[in-house]
């Protein structure tokens, strides 16, 4: 028969996985033992490792996503646990292994399209998470709307208005997301959430950088375009970091971003103005 926890060895065990003994002293028993084996559980950073599923496929070496290996290495011990990925591939990082573990599983809850793109969504985390570890900054792309004719969600949509409000100017969309297959020089970047052009006509060339550093200030990864570039006319083009619909050429894009490229097909040097890189939820805390 298991013997019940007595209140000095429970004192004992709180202290030694560093959770303050007070917090249960006014229980004991069983019930203090269920809620203590909840409160023990790791918390998987959602930002931080929906982050580093965009920057880790996309580098040269197994550098880590600050931040996030605790909470990548929880997902990847849930994943393998699930026979979806090798051991060898639990480490911390959440490169293209993991990204189709992680779309496989997303697999055999029945989700499919953008549901099932390797990132992480509040859902899926969640589930893949029972009885392991509990979510936290938990994120999402929002409910679907509309902007000068085009879909975005709701995520998006914030973002360029707080872009708009720090410029002091409108910003008119040329192409919006969710439109999958509608324009081929947008390479799929445009097929998930997240991703949009604006116009830039009427702006100066001063105006069009203000507008890609207000743009990334908010969390976009954003570039101003030219036709020497590609077919196309000048615009900006922005893919919003961390929105959990991205395509996976936008994930590839964010994570290009992340390394100081320009998100095109060359991966050549960034061409836009150098600030430091944050998400929109990180922005929104430093307000």
Request: charged share 15%; glycine share 12%.
């Amino acid at each position: 028969m298991r013997r019940p926890w007595s209140a000095v060895g429970f004192a004992a065990l709180c202290v030694a996985l560093g959770v303050p003994a007070h917090a249960w002293a006014s229980t004991s028993g069983p019930p203090a033992e269920r809620a203590f084996t909840t409160a023990a559980r790791p918390v998987v950073d959602m930002e931080a490792t929906v982050l580093a599923a965009q920057i880790d496929p996309r580098r040269a070496d197994h550098t880590l996503t600050p931040g996030a290996k605790s909470s990548v290495l929880a997902v990847e011990q849930a994943l393998q646990d699930r026979n979806l990925l090798n051991a060898q591939w639990v480490d911390g990082y959440f490169g293209t292994e993991t990204i189709s573990a992680y779309a496989a599983y997303q697999r055999s809850l029945g989700y499919t399209g953008l549901a099932a793109n390797g990132l992480p969504g509040t859902t899926s985390l969640t589930k893949l998470g029972q009885n392991r570890y509990t979510v936290g900054n938990t994120i999402g792309p929002g409910a679907k709307v509309q902007r000068d004719g085009y879909v975005v969600d709701a995520r998006t949509q914030a973002m360029l208005a707080e872009a708009q409000r720090l410029i002091g100017t409108t910003l008119v969309l040329e192409q919006g997301s969710y439109n999958p297959g509608g324009d081929p020089t947008s390479a799929g970047t445009h097929d998930g959430g997240g991703v949009v052009d604006i116009s830039v006509a009427g702006m100066t060339s001063a105006k069009r950088t203000a507008a890609v550093r207000a743009l990334r200030q908010v969390g976009f990864a954003a570039w101003l375009r030219d036709p020497s570039q590609g077919d196309w006319p000048w615009h900006i083009h922005a893919a919003a970091i961390n929105d959990t619909d991205l395509s996976s050429q936008a994930q590839h894009q964010v994570g290009d971003y992340y390394l100081g490229m320009n998100g095109l097909a060359d991966r050549g040097p960034d061409d836009g103005p150098r600030i430091p890189i944050k998400t929109w939820e990180q922005y929104q805390r430093g307000q």
